[in-house]
């Protein structure tokens, strides 16, 4: 009813009462699993903020205010109600709806997300240039509480608070990240969820002075010095914050009306929203970590409707790293926040006190496994490629400044798929390439991450796997053992060199041709010169799933540069440009990095 084709669904929000509204709040829910389960998504997070979005459309003006989603994978119905929902049928395929947030996208849309932690601080800044420029509009935050790990959040909160520049916090606690939070803010809420006693004090003392409304004026000292010590919101209170809380996030009503109060303080403003992940979809209620992020699925049954006919790198990763771990003490483990998404439940169920959240934190999550190897452990870091950039610094000072023994297991390394620009791997090679001490490996296939995982702890120094988001098919072995590249077809008189995920791609390519060698090189950093040293090829070309600037392709293309009679080498990676969202399988086909354009690459390129 209220999502009709022709409805005006912002005008709607603005104008419907509150029955209305939580009518269209069931509506909207029915929608996202309809559609949710035909394209994948972030399902679990939209479904929690269903009457949160309602809330915060009914009170700002999303052409003037700015909303910053933090992540943004919970944006689904900001986008519903803001025009976009008869484009939803294309949501995460190519050429269709962002499953993020995206100006280019929709004037709606205050900041391109994608990462966590970061929508204070863009919102903060909003805010500063909104006052210097003289402009009145709000500014408004939305941040999980799973983001509260990170401490780029409080980074925001202190400097925000500090500056008494009006700006409006909107804290979702649905006590989930991906995994459960973790760590003392999230026992902290969980206090803060749990206290009555505030609650129950102030609706107390208003009957009491019901007939005397002065007396409630003079009584506001007495009450918040009550306050700050019957519940434990002192943290954002003595950061700077007036803070509201905790309240139902699915009471569109109470929201709407702290909302409102909100807008008149004209400072900052923490609020407080307890939402359930999931809600209106048991499966996703009982189980909102694997709902999070989900494929298509059949909505009657809630079963996936991708079949995998093979083990995913993650899997297997994972219980190798148990393996590893039942004959060597030493091995721990640590993530943030993706401790089954990355495989580590495999040694965190036999292995609890080994294995470590350390929630969305990258930065503090390579400090901690540099000092569990200073002190003779064997720490095992598993992190997605594009979350790993968020602690370059500490790689490179903690880690390979000090030559550690801390083996990071970069998952999702390469081009992922459909969350887009922010969640593509494609940058890891380049940004590692440069630091000394490290040694880069990337397996062509599921046994070979085995053998590389194993051959890792024999290395007393950093070492990073990077190993992409698709399921493992074997490939031919020839044995050769790690980091010796692997020579998978010889005998002609030019060549590909492949890294990882592009071997398959150009086996394919090779096997078709018939004349070209392929080599899979296995090792990134350090270079293998020996072994480059010894080929006589005339023309060699570089597949691999990353940048080409500062990528391997790159560096052989150097190396070969200073020799005379050296091969002339041509490369193929992705573009100079962010890779938009689409299937693996289409963007390779698109940029020319499947088998098919890698075999027309080497025509183009070979002497026939």
């Known amino acids: 009813m209220y999502l009709d084709k022709n409805s005006d669904l912002i005008k709607q929000v603005k104008n419907l009462s509150y029955k209305e509204l939580d009518n269209l709040a069931v509506e909207i829910r029915e929608f996202l699993l309809n559609n949710v389960s035909k394209t994948g998504g972030h399902l679990a997070s939209n479904l929690g903020a269903v009457e949160l979005t309602i809330a915060l459309q009914k009170v700002f003006d999303t052409t003037k205010d700015r909303i910053v989603f933090d992540v943004g994978h919970q944006s689904y119905v900001h986008k519903i109600i803001t025009g976009r929902k008869d484009q939803f049928y294309s949501l995460r395929q190519h050429d269709g709806l962002s499953g993020f947030p995206k100006r280019t996208e929709s004037i709606h849309d205050a900041f391109d997300s994608g990462h966590s932690g970061t929508s204070i601080s863009a919102a903060f800044g909003y805010a500063k240039a909104r006052d210097l420029k003289g402009e009145d509009y709000q500014c408004v935050a939305v941040i999980g509480d799973g983001a509260l790990t990170g401490g780029v959040a409080y980074e925001a909160l202190n400097a925000a608070g500090d500056s008494n520049t009006p700006l409006i916090v909107i804290l979702n606690d649905n006590e989930m990240s991906i995994n ?34 002065n007396a409630y004026k003079y009584l506001k000292n007495i009450r918040d010095m009550i306050k700050s010590a019957i519940i434990p919101a002192g943290i954002f209170e003595e950061l700077g914050f007036k803070y509201f809380g905790p309240i139902d996030g699915h009471n569109i009503k109470e929201m709407v009306d702290t909302l ?29 970590a694997k709902y999070h992020g989900i494929g298509s699925f059949d909505l009657s049954t809630a079963n996936s409707k991708i079949q995998a006919n093979h083990e995913s790198y993650s899997d297997i990763f994972g219980r190798k790293l148990l393996s590893l771990a039942h004959s060597n003490e030493k091995i721990c483990a640590i993530s943030a926040a993706m401790i089954d998404a990355t495989g580590l439940n495999y040694m965190q169920s036999t292995y609890p006190e080994r294995v470590f959240d350390a929630g969305i934190a990258e930065q503090h999550a390579i400090s901690f496994a540099a000092g569990l190897a200073l002190n003779g452990m064997r720490p095992v870091v598993a992190i997605y490629s594009t979350f790993l950039q968020r602690a370059y610094d500490q790689i490179v000072t903690e880690v ?130 020996e072994f480059l040293s010894t080929l006589k090829y005339k023309k060699i070309i570089v597949v691999e799933d990353g940048c080409l600037s500062g990528g391997i392709g790159e560096a052989i293309s150097n190396y070969f540069a200073e020799l005379e009679n050296a091969p002339l080498v041509k490369c193929l990676t992705w573009p100079d440009k962010f890779i938009e969202h689409g299937s693996i399988s289409e963007l390779r086909n698109i940029y020319k990095l499947d088998s098919e354009g890698i075999k027309i690459a080497c025509e183009d390129y070979f002497e026939k």
């Open 180 to 213: 459960s939070s973790t760590g003392g803010m999230a026992s902290h809420l969980h206090r803060l969820r749990t206290s009555n006693g505030y609650q129950k004090f102030k609706n107390g003392l208003k009957g009491l002075v019901k007939n005397t409304p």
């Open 260 to 288: 409102n109060l909100a807008k008149e303080l004209k400072r900052p403003v923490l609020i407080h929203v307890i939402t359930k992940k999931g809600k209106g979809f048991i499966p996703a209620e009982q189980n909102p």
């Open 400 to 529: 390979a400044l000090q030559n550690l023994p801390v083996i990071f297991a970069i998952d999702r390394a390469g081009v992922t798929g459909r969350d887009g620009e922010t969640h593509q791997g494609m940058f890891d090679i380049a940004f590692l390439n440069a630091i000394p001490n490290l040694t880069i490996l990337a397996p062509k296939d599921g046994p070979e991450l085995e053998t590389m995982l194993e051959y890792a702890f024999t290395i007393n120094g950093p070492v990073a796997i990077r190993y992409p988001r698709e399921n493992s098919v074997n490939l031919p072995n020839t044995n050769a053992e790690i980091p010796q590249p692997e020579i998978l077809i010889s005998g002609n008189k030019n060549a590909i060199i492949a890294i990882g995920s592009m071997v398959r791609e150009a086996l394919d390519a090779a096997n078709e041709l018939g004349n070209i060698d392929l080599i899979n090189l296995r090792q990134i950093k350090p270079i293998h010169t």
